[in-house]
T-cell receptor, first 114, second 115 residues
């Protein structure tokens, strides 16, 4: 089972920031937080990941609380093309054969509206 | 930017037939995966493959399934005798390990329809 909890759906106005929360209260010290999204039935698309520090890339920012029990994905200026299901996943780093798989939950269906 | 590619994009088959789904992972990646997503359901892990052998597999990945890396570029999923419930999107993924790049990249998927 997924170790994360996300709201099933959210709306966001086009051009505004979308803040997607995720709870992972049982996260272990060696587990990373990953975010993926899936647009319609396409393959999941990697967005960002982090261990404990906040991270930013060209797609999004990831804010991880100090206790690491929750995180927020921020899309700074949402567009209609950001409408998708967003998945928050915790996973250990690859170590030979251990911890390779991703366990997807239900994710958050983000609807960006004009 | 390198991508994972999958063929065919859509496969229709009769129940009981064998199908082979093909994937070309990103060229320097070392880990390879198959996932599936039944319509309206979650993405589910099937199998991971490293160093020419299966490293993890789920309960879904039973004796009807097999994987192979027949050459240096392709990674295949074979379903020996398809069932109606095998109808799903099948996604291939690959990964190059490293603390800053430890990320699975997914292909666009193959839609398998079993009639």
């Amino acid at each position: 089972d997924a170790k994360t909890t996300q709201p099933p759906s959210m709306d966001c106005a086009e051009g505004r920031a979308a803040n997607l929360p995720c709870n992972h209260s049982t996260i272990s010290g060696n587990e990373y937080v990953y975010w993926y999204r899936q647009i319609h039935s396409q393959g999941p698309q990697y967005i960002i990941h982090g261990l404990k520090n906040n991270e930013t890339n060209e797609m999004a920012s990831l804010i991880i609380t100090e206790d690491r029990k929750s995180s927020t994905l921020i899309l700074p200026h949402a567009t209609l093309r950001d409408t998708a299901v967003y998945y928050c996943i915790v996973r250990v780093a690859v170590n030979n054969n251990a911890g390779n798989m991703l366990t997807f939950g239900g994710g958050t269906r983000l609807m960006v509206k004009p | 930017e390198p991508e994972v590619t999958q063929t065919p994009s859509h496969q229709v088959t009769q129940m009981g037939q064998e199908v082979i789904l093909r994937c070309v992972p990103i060229s320097n990646h070392l880990y390879f995966y198959w996932y599936r997503q039944i319509l309206g359901q979650k993405v589910e892990f099937l199998v991971s493959f490293y160093n020419n052998e299966i490293s993890e597999k789920s309960e879904i990945f039973d004796d009807q399934f097999s994987v192979e890396r027949p050459d240096g570029s392709n990674f295949t999923l074979k379903i020996r005798s398809t069932k109606l419930e095998d109808s799903a999107m099948y996604f291939c993924a690959s990964l190059y390990p490293g603390s800053s790049t430890d990320t699975q990249y997914f292909g666009p998927g193959t839609r398998l329809t079993v009639l």
